[in-house]
């Protein structure tokens, strides 16, 4: 399985950009659908989660600015990231898990900036 991840981009602070990621075919027998970040200098973490159920789980430093969704149709996956800051600058990558498997998209920059 391939994951392709756009919509990265240079955004003012403030304002919004939607993230997607879409599998190269249907994932059979997945269990849950993340995106994290890696900011410069930083570990990789966890920012936002969607379980098969469609239930979601947020870092504490986007709730309530951060959405995960997900079109099953068209195995695609989103982040929609509103009121963006600085500190959200970073490399954000999609990952999907199969069983035991964790696929790993490419990942996508988004640069919060003025």
């Known amino acids: 399985v391939q994951l392709q991840a756009s919509g990265g981009g240079l955004v003012q602070p403030g304002g919004s950009l939607k993230l997607s990621c879409e599998a190269s075919?249907?994932?059979?027998?997945?269990?849950?659908r993340h995106w994290y970040r890696q900011a410069p200098g930083r570990q990789r973490e966890l920012v936002a989660s969607?379980?098969?159920?469609?239930?979601?789980n947020y870092a504490d430093s986007v709730k309530g600015r951060f959405t995960i969704s997900r079109d099953i149709r068209r195995n695609t996956m989103y982040l929609q990231m509103n009121s963006l800051k600085p500190e959200d600058t970073a490399v954000y990558y999609c990952?999907?898990?199969?069983?035991?498997?964790?696929?790993w998209g490419q990942g996508t920059l988004v640069t919060v900036s003025s």
């Open positions: 969607i379980t098969a159920g469609g239930d979601t």
């Open positions: 075919r249907t994932i059979s027998g997945f269990k849950s």
């Open positions: 990952a999907v898990d199969q069983g035991t498997l964790r696929h």
